[in-house]
């Protein structure tokens, strides 16, 4: 007998997009355990272990009931990092309930998916990105650390075509973080650079999940 596909998923919930283009979109989120980075302003270091392991019918359950009474078309898959997992397997029983599916990632790791689209959050201190991202990701989430400098900026912007954007995302909303953002901003347009946004993390402005 086959074994059943059995991932570790931290938790499922129904939520509102707080980052990024989807800005406010209700969506489902799934977020799968462990993280291949170890970020010291990482917000859901729970992630990084435990969980439960959970067959893919047993997902698909649970996301039936939450889709039952907050309908929406859109999933997302989050972590920790959701790419350490194959969630393939996963991805291809989401599309058989036609949702668009998103995936956040730190971008280390690439594996072709049917995934709709791909944020990603390249992570200090070499804000790595798989050049494979380079046509698929939709968005680019930079948190505005303290040791975020211009020139990885550039670099990033450099590296991806000018239509995918750029947010700065401060860091946990916090003041410093969104006056440096806005520094950085300033200097990314004098220099010439397109595409670059302020980001915000809307779920904290609602306190909500
Ligand atoms: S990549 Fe994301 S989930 Fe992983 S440690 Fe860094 S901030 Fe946390």
């Excluded at 270091?45 to 649970?62: F, H, M, T, V």
């Amino acid at each position: 007998m086959p074994q059943p596909h059995i991932l570790k998923i931290h938790e499922i919930f129904s939520s509102v997009q707080g980052e990024g283009l989807r800005l406010g979109e209700p969506t489902l989120f799934i977020r799968l355990t462990g993280c291949n980075l170890r970020c010291p302003f990482c917000d859901t270091r729970s992630a990084w272990d435990g969980g439960k392991e959970l067959a893919i019918p047993q997902i698909i359950g649970q996301v039936r009931k939450l889709r039952k009474r907050f309908f929406t078309d859109w999933i997302c898959l989050t972590g920790g990092e959701p790419l350490l997992q194959n969630i393939r397997p996963l991805t291809e029983a989401l599309k058989n309930m036609n949702f668009h599916i998103q995936v956040e990632t730190n971008a280390t790791l690439f594996k072709p998916l049917p995934v709709d689209w791909y944020t990603i959050s390249p992570k200090p201190e070499l804000h790595f990105a798989h050049p494979k991202f380079r046509k698929t990701a939709k968005e680019i989430k930079i948190v505005v650390t303290r040791g975020l400098t211009l020139d990885i900026i550039q670099r990033l912007r450099s590296e991806f075509p000018v239509q995918i954007p750029i947010f700065l995302q401060p860091q946990s909303m916090k003041k410093w973080s969104m006056d440096l953002a806005q520094k950085l901003l300033r200097q990314s347009i004098a220099i010439g650079l397109k595409n670059i946004r302020l980001g915000i993390q809307l779920h904290r402005i609602y306190n909500i999940r």
